[in-house]
């Protein structure tokens, strides 16, 4: 069954830490994988997409990594704001055809 | 551009009553589609649009139906609206490399 695990499901964090999320997937065969991010009472927005090809990418002070072979991504957020407060989603999509896999997010909260 | 927007914002209904949650894209996007969010459950496919005309069920249909007249257009009807329906609807449309493009959201509180 295809299926999208993120972890944690939560994470408090001082202003200007670093983390990292988890998302782990079995889904497969394999297209792509984005990760969004949620502010509280939006809509997700995309910050980055992954390929088969990407190792690593980076937009700001967010890089994600994808290991194809052990259907791993993560995301990392470098000196975390208070803006970065929010739910990040992680998605994957199958070849053609198939449907977008969501992951339940991770809530990270930045406190000062 | 305007991108997804969706109307209204909040909405409080009453067990059995109908109602349709707007949603209109500006990108010329095909495909369109409707999730709904619980705490703890993630984005959950409803109903989804790949053009004018030809809409499908996703994987929690029931209790909701679709039409797709236009490319910009794509309402979400509660035939007979029930508690279980309470949920914060969002609509999205699909453009390059499968990036979704969400509205804000309709924050729906069934009594």
């Known amino acids: 069954k295809n299926q999208v695990e993120q972890s944690p499901q939560s994470l408090i964090i001082l202003e200007g830490k670093n983390c990292t999320l988890q998302?782990?997937?079995?889904?497969?065969?394999?297209?792509?994988l984005r990760w969004y991010k949620q502010d509280t009472g939006r809509g997700p927005v995309s910050l980055t997409i992954?390929?088969?090809?990407?190792n690593t990418k980076s937009n700001g002070r967010y890089t994600a990594t994808l290991d194809a072979d052990t259907k791993q991504s993560s995301l990392h957020i470098t000196a975390s704001q208070l803006s970065d407060s929010a739910s990040y989603i992680c998605v994957v999509h199958g070849q053609a055809g198939t449907a977008l896999i969501f992951g339940k997010g991770t809530t990270l909260s930045v406190s000062s | 551009n305007a991108g997804v927007t969706q109307t209204p914002k909040f909405q409080v209904l009453k067990t059995g009553q109908s109602m349709t949650l707007q949603c209109a894209q500006d990108?010329?996007?095909?495909?369109m589609s409707w999730y709904r969010q619980d705490p703890g459950m993630g984005l959950r496919l409803i109903h989804y649009?790949?053009?004018?005309?030809?809409?499908d069920q996703g994987e929690v249909p029931n209790g909701y139906n679709v039409s797709r007249s236009t490319t910009e257009d794509f309402p979400l009807r509660l035939l007979s609206a029930a508690p279980s329906q309470t949920s914060v609807y969002f609509c999205?449309?699909?453009?390059?490399?499968?990036?979704?493009?969400f509205g804000p959201g309709t924050r729906l509180t069934v009594l």
């Open positions: 999205a449309s699909r453009g390059q490399f499968n990036e979704q493009f």
């Open positions: 998302c782990n997937y079995t889904v497969s065969p394999f297209s792509n």
């Open positions: 649009s790949v053009g004018a005309g030809i809409t």
């Open positions: 992954m390929t088969f090809s990407e």
């Open positions: 990108m010329n996007h095909e495909y």
